[in-house]
């Protein structure tokens, strides 16, 4: 059995061979993924910069250590199905507001208003990837919580949205790009949501009892 989840001609899987559970990141596509290099031109004094992932032999290393990093987060996620923490407690933190630096942030509605937001930053494709603005656009078009917003202003939307969900702890910004990706918090709590939309009201009853 296989499991594959693909963004952007990159993916990443899992699947069980001889009883042993495996995790593969496949890379078709390494310019999606910005890492710190040197330029070919450059003559290694001016510090690295930013860019593209190459695909030949001299970023090999970069990119096993990009598929490393994908595996791990993977395999984090996959590892929350197992987490025994109660359900309420889980969505008991996220659902107050708070107050930081004198700045307001409104607790999330994980059942409510804030639904699809939450389980569409929860969709496992991202570990391929990364959680961007354009992404969510694709992903929340159309939906009732985009309430007939698109472009700019669905944009506008989901930047504070954003926003909101690093307050809370539940994405973090790669480093110097517009990139999120789920922190540890976050992979708990999208797994519990998601398990409890799914879950029938005779399974969450026999679960309690």
């Not at 042993?20 to 390494?30: A, G, Q």
């Not at 656009?137 to 969900?165: C, H, V, Y």
């Not at 918090?185 to 797994?191: A, H, L």
């Amino acid at each position: 059995m296989r499991v594959r989840h693909y963004v952007d001609n990159n993916s990443v899987k899992f699947y069980n061979q001889q009883n042993v559970l495996r995790i593969e990141t496949t890379m078709n596509n390494p310019k999606k993924y910005l890492v710190q290099r040197y330029t070919e031109s450059d003559d290694k004094t001016s510090g690295k910069k930013l860019l593209p992932m190459r695909k030949g032999i001299a970023d090999i290393n970069l990119r096993a250590k990009v598929s490393a990093e994908r595996n791990k987060s993977f395999a984090e996620q996959l590892a929350t199905v197992s987490d025994k923490t109660p359900v309420g407690k889980v969505f008991e933190e996220i659902t107050n507001s708070f107050s930081r630096n004198g700045k307001k942030s409104r607790g999330l509605d994980v059942t409510g208003k804030d639904r699809e937001l939450l389980r569409a930053i929860s969709d496992p494709a991202f570990n391929a990837g990364a959680i961007t603005n354009k992404a969510l656009q694709e992903k929340l078009m159309g939906t009732d919580w985009a309430n007939g917003l698109a472009g700019k202003k669905l944009s506008s939307k989901i930047s504070r949205q954003i926003a909101l969900l690093r307050s809370h702890g539940i994405i973090r910004k790669l480093p110097k790009q517009h990139k999120y990706s789920l922190t540890d918090k976050g992979r708990k709590i999208s797994s519990a949501l998601n398990a409890v939309l799914s879950a029938s009201t005779e399974d969450l009853v026999n679960l309690a009892a």
